[in-house]
């Protein structure tokens, strides 16, 4: 029997990757087949190129982490709003974050406006589109006349290293799923059993190791965006170092009805010693290869030399722009230059923002703790100042006067602050008494991919999934756990990460908890908005992060649309959460939706709901 596809309009343009249309699958092609166009599998793969656009919509459909019309996730709303960095209040309905997580309403029986609100809704996500479309190609590439066989081999792997992901991305929100071994069609029997969560990350480092040996290290300009050696071994780091983690590898289970779906039931130290040994396998080719690094600051001034602000452009290099050295895996859904205004619209349009909770976590540009006990109403208490200090050879200019930043750098890039230039030139919203401050902010608003200037957003866009500060600092965790403490290369990793953006090596001598603790901080400071946060959250069973109430910062500013002086408060940030009197660790992972398991193919549901 032939099989069928409906063909994606797809151009592989000049800067990567692109898909131009959308391609209705249906519970993520599970129990529905894909429309038909009438092309057949032998018009499809009558050549590379016709092969390469089937190859290409797995690509388009990967995980994609901003806001956009790709996906409604979440309603709409950041996956970040529900950690401890960011607070949500869109308010609208079909919001997640205030519908289904704060007010705790979340439940498998979604209905209406409230299904899609979810971090992950399960048969409705794009996952199993990416797998089929891999299977696809991989079951008929070998169909292609005077393919060139290395050629061949490298796309073969590529669509592997797609598969690894988007199962990879199924594990951290739902743990062991249904593994499929082939292009599903639409009138074979629908019987797919839930996978344990031994065997699906099993089969995702599978995936990452055969695909490994037939791809490059990295990749000409004109590929960039396409899978490499870097992207699989980087993959598998991450998925071992979760699988690891103490949620999930413990003798203790996380929650009394988890079983082998969810976890694996004991602890094992030689699950630790596989990630190290998948870091040192990443580690050796870089050592080999070259090419992955991370941005450094560039002198903007001679005379001045290197600046707050200089550190603070490094850090954005590397996650911006297409085709940085620190880009292992990047997911291009367009070109266009206003493909993420969504993203930013959020922070237009509600009164969302980031947490002072999280703010407080950011040092003084010279590496020591902010104070917890600042003294916000009385700033001439401290002679710092929290975010700007006066200075005529700063780099920050609000109404003829210029200023220098006193934190780390990657606060200002995370968060917009009082003060800071924001998203078009003008002075940010986020003090009281601007002109277009919103109700509800705690404070703060988001930066991160808004940035401060029209001209930042002049460039293709792309969700850096993986970069290469999360390779160095997974490979220092995967140490630290391995070797009872810190080894010389799980320090110089870590400082590197610190030492970009102009902070001070780690203190040294540092017990394993210590540096454990020190590490986790360094990922929430490294990988706002990168969707890091939820996930170490998940892994490391961080109770304290879902039951701590959120506090704000009330400004008060000296003009209603470009103030220099401020007067601060603290105050607690609205909406408050359930989980902060009733957590329970169900939420660890999402539920499955009633109507997927009442299809009985095969899948079961998560602990607690």
């Given at each position: 029997?032939?099989k069928f ?9 000049g ?5 131009c249309e ?11 087949a ?5 092309a057949t599998?032998?018009t499809l ?17 990967l995980p ?27 308010h609208?309905?079909?919001?997640g ?15 209406g406006?409230y ?5 992950y809704?399960?048969?409705?996500e794009?996952?199993?589109t990416?797998i ?21 081999a490298?796309?073969k792997?590529?669509a592997?290293v ?19 071994d082939h292009a599903?069609?639409?009138d ?16 995702i ?20 965006g396409r899978m490499?050696r ?8 991450r ?9 999930f ?7 009394p009805?988890a ?5 694996y ?5 030689g ?5 190290k040994a ?14 992955y690094?991370?941005?450094q600051a560039t002198v ?13 452009l ?10 940085s050295?620190?880009?292992i895996i ?8 206003s ?18 909770n999280?703010v407080?976590?950011f ?5 020591e ?8 109403e ?9 975010f700007?200090?006066p200075d005529?050879n ?12 006193t934190?780390?750098?990657r ?11 924001w998203r ?5 919203r ?5 002109k ?6 705690p404070?703060f608003?988001?930066m991160k ?13 792309h969700w850096?999934?993986?970069?290469f500060?999360?390779?160095l ?15 010389d ?9 610190r030492n970009r953006?102009g902070?001070?090596n780690?203190?040294e001598d540092?017990?394993q ?5 020190a590490?986790?901080l ?11 946060r ?11 992060a ?8 009330t ?13 601060f ?6 909406p408050?959460r ?5 957590f ?6 999402a539920?499955?939706?009633a109507?997927e398991?009442?299809k009985?193919y095969g899948?079961t ?5």
């Amino acid at each position: 029997m032939k099989k069928f596809i409906q063909i994606l309009s797809i151009a592989l343009l000049g800067a990567g990757l692109v898909a131009c249309e959308s391609l209705k699958l249906g519970d993520a092609g599970l129990s529905k087949a894909p429309e038909t166009s009438g092309a057949t599998i032998d018009t499809l793969f009558a050549s590379i190129t016709d092969a390469d656009k089937v190859l290409t919509t797995a690509y388009y459909y990967l995980p994609y982490g901003l806001l956009t019309d790709f996906d409604s996730k979440m309603g709409g709303d950041f996956l970040e709003s529900i950690t401890d960095h960011f607070i949500s209040n869109k308010h609208s309905d079909n919001d997640g974050p205030n519908n289904l997580y704060y007010s705790g309403g979340l439940s498998a029986n979604l209905t209406g406006s409230y299904a899609g609100g979810e971090n992950y809704r399960y048969g409705s996500e794009k996952d199993y589109t990416v797998i089929r479309y891999a299977w696809l190609f991989l079951e008929n590439a070998d169909r292609i006349p005077n393919a060139d066989p290395a050629l061949l081999a490298r796309k073969k792997a590529e669509a592997k290293v797609c598969m690894a992901i988007a199962y990879a991305n199924m594990l951290r929100y739902l743990g062991g799923v249904p593994i499929l071994d082939h292009a599903v069609e639409a009138d074979e029997e629908m019987k797919y059993p839930r996978n344990t969560f031994a065997e699906t990350v099993d089969f995702i480092v599978k995936l990452c190791d055969e695909a490994a040996p037939d791809l490059p290290w990295s990749v000409a300009a004109a590929d960039d965006g396409r899978m490499t050696r870097a992207a699989a071994l980087g993959l598998k780091l991450r998925i071992l170092c979760f699988a690891a983690s103490p949620t999930f590898n413990s003798d203790t289970k996380w929650h009394p009805d988890a079983d082998e779906y969810t976890c694996y039931g004991n602890y094992d130290h030689g699950r630790w010693a596989a990630a190290k040994a998948a870091a040192d396998e990443f580690m050796k080719e870089q050592l080999s290869n070259g090419f992955y690094a991370l941005e450094q600051a560039t002198v903007a001034d001679p005379v001045k030399g290197i600046q707050p602000r200089d550190y603070r452009l490094a850090y954005r290099r590397g996650y911006v722009n297409r085709g940085s050295t620190e880009s292992i895996i990047s997911i291009r859904k367009s070109n266009s230059t206003s493909y993420h205004d969504n993203h930013f619209e959020v922070q237009g349009s509600y009164g969302s923002g980031c947490s002072l909770n999280w703010v407080n976590k950011f040092p003084w540009a010279n590496g020591e703790p902010f104070p917890e006990d600042f003294p916000w109403e009385d700033k001439g208490a401290w002679p710092e100042h929290p975010f700007f200090k006066p200075d005529p050879n700063g780099t920050l200019k609000v109404n003829n006067a210029t200023f220098t930043e006193t934190r780390d750098p990657r606060l200002y890039e995370n968060v917009c602050v009082p003060g800071d230039i924001w998203r078009d030139g003008s002075v940010g919203r986020c003090y009281d008494n601007h002109k277009y401050h919103q109700d509800g902010c705690p404070g703060f608003t988001m930066m991160k991919f808004v940035m401060q200037q029209n001209s930042d957003r002049s460039n293709p866009p792309h969700w850096c999934m993986m970069r290469f500060a999360e390779v160095l600092l997974n490979a220092a965790e995967a140490y630290n756990e391995a070797d009872g403490g810190p080894t010389d290369k799980a320090y110089s990793y870590v400082n590197a990460v610190r030492n970009r953006v102009g902070l001070p090596n780690l203190p040294e001598d540092m017990t394993q908890e210590e540096f454990r603790k020190a590490l986790i901080l360094e990922r929430e400071l490294e990988f706002g908005f990168e969707e890091v946060r939820w996930f170490d959250m998940v892994r490391w069973g961080l109770t304290e992060a879902f039951t701590t109430p959120l506090k704000g910062l009330t400004s008060i500013g000296d003009s209603p649309t470009a103030a220099t002086v401020f007067k601060f408060k603290e105050k607690e940030a609205y909406p408050p959460r359930k989980w902060y009197t009733d957590f329970n660790t169900k939420w660890y992972l999402a539920p499955i939706p009633a109507i997927e398991i009442n299809k009985d193919y095969g899948m079961t549901q998560n602990p607690g709901w």
